[in-house]
T-cell receptor
Framework: KAGVTQTPRYLIKTRGQQVTLSCSPI?????VSWYQQTPGQGLQFLFE???????NKGNFPGRFSGRQFSNSRSEMNVSTLELGDSALYLC????????????FGEGSRLTVL | AQKVTQAQTEISVVEKEDVTLDCVYE???????LFWYKQPPSGELVFLIR??????QNEISGRYSWNFQKSTSSFNFTITASQVVDSAVYFC???????????????FGKGTHLIIQP
């Protein structure tokens, strides 16, 4: 079974730009969650999508948004990038019927200059 | 608000030693889930175990064991006869159940960097 695939793996942007990250969940999984990992704040929950609907949201500003497509693939977007947005963005998939076992991708490492 | 504390930032032991990673959590809910994840240098978080709040049985899986004690709000993780391949950052996490099904996003501790020296 293919794992969770995130693209791109690495990217560099400048302040004020926007970025879109993509996540392909494990086949058959309907839930996709996004997490931000930074050295200072650690791992923080961004949002979760299930069947194309945002089901849960963390405490992040509106510059962070996401969506899920009918094939369960998900994208997250960060607009007006700030230096503090530099982080590893992790996507996790699950069946969506809560078992708690999230399968994570290797992440997209974003550097904002 | 929920909170997970991993007081040990970094632990270094020599191979074959036993090591325990501590995790203390805070939650007001009676129904919640606790997890341990391993993050090797590649960055991918690897699921190790899930426990719900109604199941206080300890669990053993090979060299890994977990001790869940609601009385002290702790969910500690022990690696017996550690190996170099166990070197990684280990995260404890908590999720509260939601009345409509599913659960809130995971609240992670800051992680413990475990170094196993040969």
């Amino acid at each position: 079974k293919a794992g969770v695939t995130q693209t791109p793996r690495y990217l560099i942007k400048t302040r004020g730009q926007q970025v879109t990250l993509s996540c392909s969940p494990i086949s058959g999984h309907r839930s996709v969650s996004w997490y931000q990992q930074t050295p200072g704040q650690g791992l923080q929950f961004l949002f979760e999508y299930f069947s194309e609907t945002q089901r849960n949201k963390g405490n992040f500003p509106g510059r962070f948004s996401g969506r899920q497509f009918s094939n369960s693939r998900s994208e997250m977007n960060v607009s007006t990038l700030e230096l503090g947005d530099s982080a590893l963005y992790l996507c996790a998939s699950s069946s969506g019927y809560y078992t708690g076992e999230l399968f994570f991708g290797e992440g997209s490492r974003l550097t904002v200059l | 608000a929920q909170k997970v504390t991993q007081a040990q930032t970094e632990i270094s032991v020599v191979e074959k030693e036993d090591v325990t990673l501590d995790c203390v959590y805070e939650t007001r809910d009676t129904t919640y889930y606790l997890f341990w994840y391993k993050q090797p240098p590649s960055g991918e978080l690897v699921f190790l175990i899930r426990r719900n709040s109604f199941d206080e049985q300890n669990e053993i899986s090979g060299r890994y064991s977990w001790n869940f004690q609601k009385s002290t709000s702790s969910f500690n993780f022990t690696i017996t006869a550690s190996q170099v391949v166990d070197s990684a950052v280990y995260f404890c996490a908590l999720s509260e159940a939601r009345s409509g099904g599913g659960a809130d996003g995971l609240t992670f501790g800051k992680g413990t960097h475990l170094i196993i020296q040969p």
